[in-house]
């Protein structure tokens, strides 16, 4: 399995970006699929999460009502919709993929992902 990231950049405080998370060599449909970041000197944390099985959408209590996730079967893209956006959402954001009875369990933990792709840098201006 592959993730492509796409769609970070610089936008103001209080703009919207749309993440893209592209994946090739497995469907999305049966897959639990997350955006994590990682801000400079700090950890990575999740951030939004979809399990597709069931469903289930996950927020960090820090995005809610400002972050929207969906995916697209057809497409097996993943999207991560950010607005009212904040400089503390500056971060290389990750998309990750794992099982989704794991995800039933632990929730969406960073070394509960199987597959990561590589990282895409949102920088929020104040």
């Known amino acids: 399995v592959q993730l492509q990231a796409s769609g970070g950049g610089l936008v103001q405080a209080g703009g919207s970006l749309r993440l893209s998370c592209a994946a090739s060599?497995?469907?999305?449909?049966?897959?639990?699929t997350g955006w994590f970041r990682q801000a400079p000197g700090k950890e990575r944390e999740f951030v939004a999460g979809?399990?597709?099985?069931?469903?289930?959408?996950y927020y960090t209590d820090s995005v809610k009502g400002r972050f929207t996730i969906s995916g697209d079967n057809a497409k097996n893209t993943v999207y991560l919709q950010m607005g009212s956006l904040k400089p503390e959402d500056t971060a290389v954001y990750y998309c990750a993929a794992g099982s989704p009875s794991t995800i039933a369990t632990m929730g969406f933990q960073v070394y509960g992902m199987n597959y990561w792709g590589k990282g895409t840098l949102v920088t929020v201006s104040s």
């Open positions: 979809i399990n597709r099985s069931g469903g289930t959408i």
């Open positions: 060599g497995r469907t999305f449909s049966s897959a639990a």
